[in-house]
T-cell receptor
Framework: AQTVTQSQPEMSVQEAETVTLSCTYDTSENNYYLFWYKQPPSRQMILVIRQEAYKQQNATENRFSVNFQKAAKSFSLKISDSQLGDTAMYFCAFIEMDFGNEKLTFGTGTRLTIIP | DGGITQSPKYLFRKEGQNVTLSCEQNLNHDAMYWYRQDPGQGLRLIYYSQIVNDFQKGDIAEGYSVSREKKESFPLTVTSAQKNPTAFYLC?????????????FGPGTRLTVL
């Protein structure tokens, strides 16, 4: 069974600084997808970024980027120039690349607080 | 506006009662999901449905039931057999059956058993 581990339950950083959230996963599969979801205080889950395991290039979305290390099974999220609106729970998630596979496995989350 | 709606936002239930949580989407998505969120445990999959009139158990289906009579609706019933139902419940949907596709989430329902 796949597992996703987020070892940092809580983090805080000053506004405008850069912060990195860690995520490791365990799988015997070679083809899969990884996601970072954000859950702000409103509790509405929002996709931040996703990565295909077969792509070596790290995904980026504006201030958000990932460091995907397939051999180490590591998928960290870097937030640059952090803003107050980045305050949220962040969940790392994993799914096998398989047509019709619907089981998205989530980590336990990291609560990020941006300090003004 | 396209999106996913869940109702009610807060729900209180007495022990021994069944209760149904509503989830509706107007995104024309094929797949729909129910997750349970507890503090410190992330999201866990309860049930999912890929097409109308068909659904599969997730990792924690015991004490729950679902139906999928219409593409846009996927209600979740929390039965009295669920031993610890107090939690935050999230509904999600996804276009098609491709694993890469993003799941879109509703605003959630907070269920409290009194």
């Amino acid at each position: 069974a796949q597992t996703v581990t987020q070892s940092q339950p809580e983090m805080s950083v000053q506004e405008a600084e850069t912060v990195t959230l860690s995520c490791t996963y365990d799988t015997s599969e070679n083809n899969y997808y990884l996601f970072w979801y954000k859950q702000p205080p409103s509790r509405q889950m929002i996709l931040v970024i996703r990565q295909e395991a077969y792509k070596q290039q790290n995904a980026t979305e504006n201030r958000f980027s990932v460091n995907f290390q397939k051999a180490a099974k590591s998928f960290s999220l870097k937030i640059s120039d952090s803003q107050l609106g980045d305050t949220a729970m962040y969940f790392c998630a994993f799914i096998e690349m398989d047509f019709g596979n619907e089981k998205l496995t989530f980590g336990t989350g990291t609560r990020l607080t941006i300090i003004p | 506006d396209g999106g996913i709606t869940q109702s009610p936002k807060y729900l209180f239930r007495k022990e021994g009662q069944n209760v149904t949580l509503s989830c509706e989407q107007n995104l024309n998505h094929d797949a729909m999901y129910w997750y349970r969120q507890d503090p410190g445990q992330g999201l866990r999959l309860i049930y999912y449905s890929q097409i109308v009139n068909d659904f599969q158990k997730g990792d924690i289906a015991e004490g729950y039931s679902v139906s999928r009579e219409k593409k846009e609706s996927f209600p979740l019933t929390v039965t009295s057999a669920q031993k610890n139902p107090t939690a935050f419940y999230l509904c999600a949907s996804k276009p098609g059956l491709i694993s890469y596709n993003e799941q879109f989430f509703g605003p959630g329902t907070r269920l409290t058993v009194l």
